[in-house]
Each structure stands twice: as structure tokens, then as C-alpha cells.
């Protein structure tokens, strides 16, 4: 059940030119939410954009939740500004999250961009349940050494952890779907999770064809609540449910998202 109101910043931490995280306390939003889910956040009194703006949850415990937040416009470099005790006007959490795997199978998870909190909120719910550390493989990638973020955080949980940047700036340099789909290629099997661009979604889905893959995608969400349909995506048709005589069916990312199964998107 989601919740509304104003939240207060519990720590904020600028770690580079464009990242920030930030700690809230936010009990009734914590308790609930699940990996793959999101908040819609505003500024009460700053008149920044018309419409808040949705992060993924990065990790929730302890009556707090965990975001971090790429500066890209006025609202996040707004946020940027903020101090420890300043309120944010929070929704959450929002959307369907993930599944968890059938079985203890190796697992794969693939961040491109800002898409790595889903995946690592993910990776600490599964630890805590007792999935072997061994089997979880995590890749990180982003444009340069400056995008990438948690990496400490990640390190202390004893995972497979690979990273790539576009400049060879950390880790190998080029996308990191290729130090996956190497690694991939050798098991040919394993359940596979993955947040990013949705190239990068679409060449992960590509690879991890017939086995568990499920995509969380990142869309403008206007309302957030599955009002406007501003974030509408193209799933297969079921057979039953279709929107018209093309053969698809449509599915807001906010409402019915952000988290899909690959095989039910339609790519082109």
C-alpha cells in the first residue's frame, strides 16, 4: 500500500560532480518496499517541474530508505542543494518489483547507467535469505569512473562484481554487456535481472534468451500513478488482451512496471 507525505533527509552525500545519495527517514515507505520498486519525490515550495520524479529504491531497512540521484536538471540540481533535515514530499513505494529466482541458480545482474539501486537492493534481500554470495555476478557500467557509484557498498558484500565505462576510465573500457554476455555464454544458463537504457535492456534480453530474465524500465513518468499513460510500453499480445488489430498489448511502466518479464516486451 503506498504512502504520501513529507519526509525528512536524514544524510545527504554529494559523491561526484553529478551523483548524489541520500538517506530519508521514511518508516512507512521503508517497511513496504521491494526491489525493482520506486518513489516519486518533490521539493514542497520549490516550483521546479509540474510533475515529481521517480527514483528506484537503492535499499530500504531500519525506517529509512536509500536513493541515489544522477544531477540531469533543475529538479535534481535542486535536490543536490539540500541539507541534512530538509523535507522531501515522497510517494511510495510505486510499481512492481522484482521476482525472486526459482532456484539457487547462478544469477546475473546487469546495471547500465543509473540503473544499478534496484539491482543491489535485490542482491541484500536475496543475501539475507541465504543465497549463496558465490552464484551472484553484479556489472556495473556507466560513461566514465565519474557515473559509477556504491561501489564500496557492493564490494562489502563478498559478489562477483565487474565494471566497464565507456573511456576506460574504471574497469575494462566498453559496454558492459560484453563482459557479460562472455561470462553468460560460458554457463548458458541462470536467472538474469537487468536496469539501464533500454539498448541495453534489449541486448541483455537477446542473450539470456529462454532462460529467467526479468527488465526494470526506465521511462519519463509523468504521474506515476497509471493516470496520464505518459510511460506506456509495448508487451506481446497475450491472445486475449490487445489494444487494437496490431497484435500488442500496452502496459504503463509506473502501474503494470517497472519491472516486465523480457520475454513479454516488444522491442521494436
Not at 509540474?50 to 537503492?58: A, E, G, L, Q, T
Not at 497509471?226 to 504503463?252: H, M, P, Q
Request: proline content about 7%; hydrophobic content about 40%; overall charge neutral.
Amino acid at each position: 500500500m503506498k504512502c504520501s507525505g513529507n519526509f525528512q533527509i536524514a544524510s545527504i552525500e554529494r559523491l561526484s560532480s553529478n551523483i548524489i545519495r541520500l538517506e530519508i527517514d521514511s518508516p512507512p515507505i521503508a517497511e513496504q518496499a521491494r526491489p525493482g520498486q520506486f518513489v516519486q519525490v518533490r521539493i514542497p515550495g520549490k516550483e521546479t517541474n509540474i510533475w515529481p520524479r521517480p527514483f528506484s529504491i537503492h535499499y530500504a531497512g531500519d525506517g529509512r530508505i536509500t536513493l541515489y540521484i544522477k544531477i540531469l536538471g533543475k529538479m535534481t540540481a535542486c535536490m543536490a542543494k539540500l541539507k541534512n533535515g530538509d523535507i522531501l514530499n515522497i510517494t511510495g513505494p510505486l510499481g512492481n518489483g522484482f521476482a525472486e529466482p526459482p532456484d539457487q541458480v547462478p544469477l546475473y545482474l546487469v546495471a547500465g547507467g543509473i540503473g544499478l539501486p534496484p539491482l543491489y537492493f535485490l542482491v541484500c534481500i536475496l543475501l539475507k535469505k541465504g543465497f549463496p554470495p558465490e552464484l551472484i555476478h553484479l556489472y556495473s557500467g556507466a560513461k566514465s569512473a565519474a557515473d559509477l557509484f556504491a561501489r564500496d557498498e557492493i564490494v562489502a558484500l563478498n559478489i562477483d562484481y565487474r565494471l566497464a565505462t565507456d573511456d576506460g576510465s574504471c574497469g575494462v573500457k566498453g559496454l558492459i554487456v560484453e563482459p557479460f554476455a562472455k561470462d553468460f555464454e560460458k554457463s548458458k544458463s541462470g536467472a538474469v535481472y537487468a536496469c539501464g537504457p533500454m539498448a541495453m535492456l534489449a541486448a541483455v534480453a537477446k542473450i539470456a534468451e529462454k532462460n529467467f530474465c526479468q527488465l526494470s524500465l526506465e521511462q519519463l513518468m509523468p504521474c506515476g500513478w497509471g493516470v496520464c499513460n505518459g510511460c506506456a510500453v509495448k508487451l506481446k499480445s497475450d491472445n486475449s488482451i490487445v489494444e487494437d488489430e496490431r497484435g500488442f498489448r500496452l502496459a504503463r511502466v509506473c502501474k503494470e512496471g517497472p519491472v516486465f518479464n523480457a520475454d513479454d516486451i516488444l522491442w521494436d
